[in-house]
C-alpha cells in the first residue's frame, strides 16, 4: 500500500494505489492571480495550507487509516524549490513509514503506463513546464528530444496570453484554431537533430498578430499546426531509432485534440500504436506518486528515513535508476 505526495509546481496532491487499483486522487491546485504566472512562494503557502486536509480526504476516501499504508512516496524534484521543500516538510511531520523517493516525470511516465496499459512506449510529455520525448533504454528513462528554450504549454499561454489575454492558453488555442479558415501561416519550423524550440514560433506568431489582428484565428492553426508537426517528428524519429512501435502522450497539452490525431496518424502509417492518458491522470496528481513509489520500492529502491528527507529542484527524469522495468 502506497501513499503518493505531489507538490512540485501549482498542484498539491495525494493519492493511494495498492498495486493494483487505484484507491483515491485528491488534488487542490493553487491559482495565480490574474493575468500573473505561478509564484513560487504563494504557491508553497498554499501546499503548506492545504496538505493536511487533503492528506486526510485521500485516506477517507481510500477507506482507510495511515496504520494500513507501508509507504509514503514523495515527488522529491524536478521542481519549484519552495514549493519541493513544503512537500518535504510535510513528509517530515507524518508517521513513520518507509519514504520512497519519487522523480516527477517518471511519476507522469509510469501512471500513464499504468492506465493506458502501454508496455514499452515513447514518450511525450507535454505540459507548462516540460516538453521531452522519452523512452526507456538500458536501465532508464532517456531523453531523445526536448525543448532547447520554452515548453510547449508554455509557449502556448504566452502566446494567447498577449493575443487573447484568456488562460489557460490551450482550450483558447484549440477553439480559435476551429474557428479559423484554416489558412497556413508561415511560422519557425525549428527542429534541430532531436531537439525543438518554441520561442522563436511565439515572437513570430504574435509580430505577425500585431500587424493584422483579423488573422488570429489563422494563427492559432498554423502555431497548432507547426508545434504539433515538430512534435510527431521527432517522436516519429525517436520511434524509429529505438525500433520501438507505441506511443504515449500525457501533460496538460495531451488534451489537445490536433496534436492527438497528428500522432496517431504517424503511429498508423507505422503500424504502431498510440495511446492517450486520460486528462485526470494527465496533470500533476499524488497518485501518479503512489503507482512510482509502489514500483520502485517493490523493485528494491531503499527506503529514506525522515532525517534524509531533501529536494531536488534539478533532478532530470534520465539520472534515475529505473530497476522495476
Ligand atoms: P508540469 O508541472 O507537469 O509541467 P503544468 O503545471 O504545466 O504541469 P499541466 O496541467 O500539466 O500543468 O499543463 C497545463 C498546460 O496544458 C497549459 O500550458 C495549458 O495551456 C495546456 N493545455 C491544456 N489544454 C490544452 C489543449 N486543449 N491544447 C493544448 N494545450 C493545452
Ligand atoms: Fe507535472
Known amino acids: 500500500m502506497c501513499l503518493g505526495i505531489e507538490g512540485t509546481a501549482h498542484t498539491f496532491g495525494v493519492g493511494i494505489f495498492d498495486g493494483e487499483k487505484i484507491l483515491s486522487n485528491v488534488k487542490d491546485a493553487y ?40 509507504y509514503i512516496a514523495y515527488s522529491k524534484g524536478p521542481g519549484l524549490p519552495p514549493c519541493l521543500k513544503a512537500v518535504a516538510d510535510f513528509v517530515k511531520i507524518l508517521p513513520e513509514k518507509g519514504i520512497i523517493e519519487v522523480n516527477h516525470p517518471v511519476a507522469h511516465i509510469e501512471i500513464a503506463k499504468f492506465i493506458t496499459g502501454a508496455k514499452d512506449p515513447v514518450v511525450i510529455y507535454v505540459s507548462g513546464g516540460n516538453t521531452q ?21 508554455n509557449a502556448i499561454d504566452v502566446f494567447i496570453r498577449e493575443a487573447d489575454g484568456r488562460q489557460p492558453g490551450g482550450p483558447v488555442l484549440e477553439d480559435l484554431a476551429e474557428l479559423s479558415e484554416k489558412n497556413y501561416i508561415e511560422l519557425p519550423y525549428v527542429v534541430k537533430g532531436m531537439d525543438l524550440s518554441f520561442s522563436g514560433i511565439v515572437t513570430a506568431a504574435l509580430s505577425k498578430y500585431k500587424k493584422d489582428k483579423k488573422q488570429l484565428n489563422n494563427l492559432c492553426f498554423s502555431f497548432q499546426e507547426t508545434c504539433y508537426a515538430m512534435l510527431t517528428e521527432v517522436t516519429e524519429r525517436a520511434m524509429a531509432h529505438t525500433g520501438k512501435t507505441e506511443l504515449l502522450l500525457t501533460g496538460g497539452v495531451a488534451a489537445s485534440k490536433r496534436l492527438r490525431e ?27 506518486i503512489g503507482v512510482a513509489g509502489y514500483l520502485a520500492a517493490k523493485s ?24 522495476w522495468v
Open 31 to 70: 491559482v495565480p492571480k490574474k493575468g500573473s504566472g505561478i509564484h513560487p512562494a504563494e504557491a508553497a503557502e498554499h501546499h503548506r495550507n492545504v496538505a493536511k486536509r487533503v492528506f486526510d480526504e485521500a485516506l477517507e476516501k481510500a477507506g482507510m487509516t495511515i496504520k494500513e499504508v507501508d
Open 300 to 323: 528494491g529502491q531503499k527506503p529514506v528515513k525522515k532525517s534524509q528527507v531533501d529536494f531536488n529542484s534539478k533532478w532530470r527524469v534520465d539520472e534515475v535508476e529505473v530497476l
Open 133 to 153: 520525448i522519452i523512452a526507456y533504454a538500458a536501465g532508464r528513462y532517456r531523453v531523445f528530444g526536448e525543448t532547447g528554450d520554452i515548453p510547449i504549454g
Open 262 to 288: 497528428m500522432l496517431s496518424i504517424m503511429a498508423q502509417e507505422r503500424g504502431g500504436r498510440a495511446f492517450f492518458c486520460p486528462l485526470e491522470y494527465c496533470g500533476d496528481n499524488g497518485t501518479m
